[in-house]
């Protein structure tokens, strides 16, 4: 057991400052500082106040985290940041910080992929990723299909989002219909008491043969749907329309996450990111998962937004793997191609 890396994991790509610290595949601890709350009242994260919370945060939720695990600095073998994709002036701050770390300690340094880290935050909670597998990554700011016949080494674009991410839907659906940021949840919530068949909004690329999403249109549909509610002085029923537009976006989700799976002949589906935490599409992907014969795996809630420990796992796998660390002078890459697991 304590010959597996400990390796501290680092997160500044949106509006989370997370910090993880993992044991090869075990958890030590998941510390989390969020400047959601400041960026409510914009409807959406404005860079500039992510990157002064993170710089705010970082100090204090290393600390956290360290206590949390029962460790100290100088028990870690490795630190891990996310590099890219992400927000510039964000991702700078956790970089910074990772190679002050570093040098400071004399540690192995891993610049690693966002993405790839949200797949490999589930060995965490399941155990080794079967090789290969299907992600689907559903968040705020990415929406993808990938091939993963290799977390450290191996990961493959299949289809993404051609406009709006599916959570970026989610949370301006939410405010078409005047619930809170961010969206997803409070339409979760909304869409319980709702009837998923009261209105057909349109699904976006279902048909088109491709793995890639577009939820611009939906997002379009359901604003012109209320609005002309409204303008015939009718009342919106809120419900209902979270609950047919939720089905919309998890239909086509699910619809495509299986296609990837069978053409591909795999028989593993991981969905993760923050949209992951969604009932519906939790209970969709599992029943139409079951339906043909796939292995549905979705970590935790906690897990699938963004976190260190996703860092940490991803970085606990490359050191596992025996590759070689970034540079101390490895850029933060804001558009960092999925395909580039370790920068
Ligand atoms: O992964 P994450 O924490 O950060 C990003 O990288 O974006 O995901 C946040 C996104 C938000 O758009 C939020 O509305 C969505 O995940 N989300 C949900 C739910 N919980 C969070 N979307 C649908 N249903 C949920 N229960
Ligand atoms: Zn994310």
């Known amino acids: 057991m304590t010959d597996q890396p400990l390796v501290l994991g680092i997160e500044t790509s949106c509006d989370e400052t997370g910090v993880g610290v993992v044991r090869g595949h075990t958890l030590l601890a998941d510390a989390i500082a969020s400047s959601v709350d400041e960026h409510a009242r914009f409807g959406g994260v404005v860079p500039e106040v992510a990157s002064r919370a993170h710089l705010e945060a970082m100090t204090p ?10 460790v100290t600095l100088a028990d870690v073998d490795a630190i891990a940041v996310t590099a890219g994709p992400g927000l510039a002036g964000a991702l700078l701050v956790g970089v910074a910080a990772a190679k002050a770390y570093a040098l400071g300690l004399g540690k192995p ?5 966002h993405l790839a880290a949200h797949v490999a935050v589930d060995q965490l909670e399941h155990g080794p990723l079967p090789k290969p597998c299907v992600a689907l990554l559903v968040s705020g700011g990415h929406s993808s299909l990938l091939l993963v016949p290799d977390v450290a080494s191996d990961v493959r674009p299949l289809g993404a989002t051609v ?17 809170g ?7 979760d919530r909304a869409a319980r008491e709702g009837d998923r068949a009261s209105i057909s ?45 939720q089905e919309a976006v998890v239909d086509v989700l699910t619809k495509k996450a299986i296609a990837a799976c069978r053409d591909n002949g795999v ?14 599409l939790r209970a969709l992907a599992q029943e139409r998962c079951e339906a043909a014969g796939i292995q549905l795996r979705v970590p935790r809630p906690k897990l699938c937004t963004d976190n260190g420990a996703m860092v940490a796992a991803l970085g606990a796998e490359l ?25």
């Open 109 to 113: 340094l891993y610049g690693v992929n």
């Open 61 to 70: 939720t290393v600390d956290r985290a360290l206590s949390e695990a029962g």
């Open 319 to 343: 050191v596992g793997a025996g590759l070689k660390p970034s540079a101390l002078d490895l850029p933060a890459d804001s558009s960092l191609p999925i395909t580039d697991v370790l920068v």
């Open 181 to 187: 940021f961010p969206g997803g949840p409070y339409i």
């Open 201 to 245: 909004f349109p699904r976006g690329k279902y048909e088109d043969g491709t793995y890639d999403f577009s939820f611009s249109g939906l997002k379009t549909a359901v604003a012109r749907w209320v609005e002309s509610r409204e303008r015939a002085g009718e009342p919106v029923p809120v419900a209902d329309v979270a609950a047919a537009f």
């Open 267 to 280: 028989s593993h589906l991981l969905v993760g990111g923050g949209v992951a935490a969604n009932s519906r």
């Open 163 to 179: 406009d709006d991410a599916a959570g970026e839907a989610f949370d301006k659906v939410a405010r078409v219909l005047d619930l």
